[in-house]
């Protein structure tokens, strides 16, 4: 195809290394500055475009697909206050390590600063929550610069999704025209073959592990890294010990292998301690392996001053999402390995011991090789009890409260299905309430700054991306920030079911020594709203169900991810009668152990 201009001849060599690179998708709003882009994209056969109105769901729907996948969705957006509509994602992106690359289209140099119509200073607007940004010049039909593009695209890519994953700003000012329309001699005609060919003809393998049809222009290959041997026998004789623990925190999207995981510990013995989110809470290893998910709800110094203490404490992945754990790993004195494969210091309670720098599911490997540790089976025992007191408190508890929709909700979730849950209350009772089970259920989160903007944006981004069953757990306050980005259930061709726990404003706030103090708890921290979301069902196209009790919900949930379309199931809780039922459930368990 001829580029009409150079505006067409740089969009479409972008793009079309984009594609080169592995990118199979991209999120674009519409905009004038951004023509070009979004012409090249649009007529890329190899690229699925989203269309999304508004910036900030286009940026988390983004997000969510990296999450999923860990592999770049592209973002494109005009000039102006629509860049500025990404920076919530691209700081959750920066913080929980997802691949991100924003495509900002800008006035040319001349009018910024200008007081021109719709600009702003794009640039470095994102700060240091980037692993990379660059102005790209301007447009021109020139071979250096053309391979000059190239590179940089393969750079963002690599930048994107190196070991420390996350977002990439490229700032892409055009002048006009800005349409596919003719501007003679503005294209030589043998630059044509090199923007559409790139280097070479031929077939190539991906960084990602792919095949494409044509290679890019720098093909990209990354390791995994590793320690010398002498480093792992180290380590090894660490974990060398009778008491310890194997300590998951949220994963990054490059999961970690259960496998590995569990030949650790049956090396060494250790209980693995599982974060909802860390990827080995759910899967058929909990089967063969001593995966504890209870240990929010019995970490007590009531309960853990009868326990000796752990010697070694093996870490990885991000903090873990308890807080009671992370209290007990501080108290506990114990050596605390933390593994990281970017050597990242995620450890904010400051009792860290060593930080090693290494792939955890390779390092884990290796270390189940060479260790043979000793009998741990009394230590093993202290931590099955309290899981199963844990379990059974749980289990006998049938009243409705919101741990308990968490708990039902991965229950009776189809297999396989990709759980996103909110921030707020919603990930804290998944941790606490969903017992390990060997069920294929893939939960994610927004844990990285844990805000409760653009949730239903990200999970619905992280549905578009895998042919498992979507369910999203959310808050009502989380909901009302994003009901916009229920546009992608239709738009984008997603079919979710969303359980909206509605406790009328700010349940968690229950939690802290500020509901003592009323006035102002109600009005300022609260916040009742009193809205009624079921237009919002009608609005956006899905069905809907409102419900009051557990066998309610139970009966309107399996109702919904068993039928066709996407549902939203409300259930209208009480937060104060929630979080009694959550702590007199810990103060039954405490007790029980304590005892």
């Not at 007990?328 to 990281?340: K, P, T």
């Not at 009998?375 to 308990?404: I, K, M, P």
């Not at 009694?580 to 029980?592: S, T, Y």
Request: with cysteine; proline share 7%; hydrophobic share 40%.
């Amino acid at each position: 195809m001829d580029a009409p201009n150079r505006n067409m001849l740089w969009a479409r060599a972008l793009v079309d290394e984009l594609a080169r690179g592995g990118v199979t998708a991209a999120c674009v709003s519409p905009g004038s500055r951004s023509t070009p882009l979004t012409v090249a994209f649009a007529e890329h056969e190899d690229i699925q475009v989203f269309s999304h109105l508004d910036e900030r769901s286009a940026a988390y729907f983004a997000l969510g697909r990296a999450r999923r996948t860990g592999e770049v969705t592209p973002l494109v957006c005009t000039s102006g206050t629509a860049a500025a509509n990404y920076h919530p994602a691209v700081l959750e992106a920066d913080q929980s390590r997802v691949p991100l690359l924003a495509l900002t289209a800008d006035r040319p140099p001349e009018l910024r600063d200008s007081g021109a119509n719709q600009t702003a200073d794009q640039e470095k607007l994102y700060g240091d929550a980037v692993r990379w940004y660059t102005d790209l010049p301007e447009p021109e039909a020139e071979p250096r610069k053309l391979r000059s593009l190239r590179t940089t695209v393969a750079r963002a890519l690599a930048e994107a999704e190196g070991t420390n994953a996350g977002p990439v700003h490229l700032n892409c000012p055009f002048r006009k025209p800005l349409e596919p329309v003719e501007v003679p001699g503005d294209v030589p005609e043998q630059l044509e073959a090199l923007a559409a060919e790139g280097r070479t003809a031929g077939s190539a393998t991906t960084a990602r592990g792919g095949s494409r049809a044509k290679p890019a222009f720098v093909e990209r290959r990354a390791g995994e890294m590793e320690l010398a041997d002498e480093d792992i026998r180290a380590i090894a004789d660490e974990l060398a010990v009778e008491r310890g623990l194997i300590v998951a925190g949220p994963a990054d999207p490059t999961e970690i292998d259960p496998e590995s995981i569990v030949a650790l510990s049956h090396a060494t013995g250790f209980p693995i301690l599982a974060d909802a989110l860390s990827g080995l809470r759910f899967g058929g290893h909990t089967r063969v392996a001593p995966v504890l998910g209870g240990y929010d709800g019995y970490l007590a110094e009531a309960v853990t001053a009868n326990w000796p203490e752990p010697e070694t404490v093996l870490r990885m992945g991000a903090s873990p999402t308890s807080k009671p754990l992370r209290k007990y790993l501080a108290r506990s004195g114990a050596r605390q390995i933390v593994v990281d494969p970017a050597g990242g210091w995620r450890e904010a309670e400051f009792t860290a011991t060593d930080l090693v720098t290494a792939d955890p599911s390779r390092l884990a490997a290796a270390l189940s090789r060479v260790i043979t540790g000793p009998d741990s089976a009394d230590w093993r025992q202290y931590w099955a009890e309290a899981e199963q007191t844990h379990w059974d408190a749980v289990d006998e508890q049938a009243e409705l409260f919101e741990g308990g929709i968490l708990a039902e909700t991965v229950e009776r979730a189809p297999e396989p299905t990709t759980l996103f849950v909110s921030n707020s209350m919603p990930v804290r009772d998944l941790d606490r309430f969903a017992s390990p089970s060997p069920d294929a259920v893939t939960a994610l989160g927004n844990r990285g700054v844990s805000g409760i903007d653009g949730i239903t944006s990200t999970a619905l981004g992280a549905g578009s991306a895998t042919t498992d069953d979507l369910t999203l757990v959310i808050g009502d306050l989380a909901y009302y920030h994003d009901m916009n980005g229920l546009l992608a259930v239709t738009r984008c061709d997603v079919d979710a079911t969303i359980v909206i726990i509605n406790n009328d404003g700010g349940g968690i706030f229950h939690m802290l020594p500020i509901e003592s103090f009323d006035p102002p708890f109600t009005a300022q921290f609260k916040t009742p709203h009193g809205l009624d979301f079921e237009p919002s069902s009608e609005l956006y196209g899905l069905e809907y169900a409102r419900v009051e009790s557990r066998d309610a919900f139970t009966e309107a949930y399996s109702e919904a991810v068993h039928s066709d379309g996407s549902h939203i199931v409300e259930v209208v809780i009480d937060a104060a009668d929630s979080h009694a039922i959550r702590d007199e459930l810990e103060e039954q368990v405490i007790e029980a152990l304590s005892a």
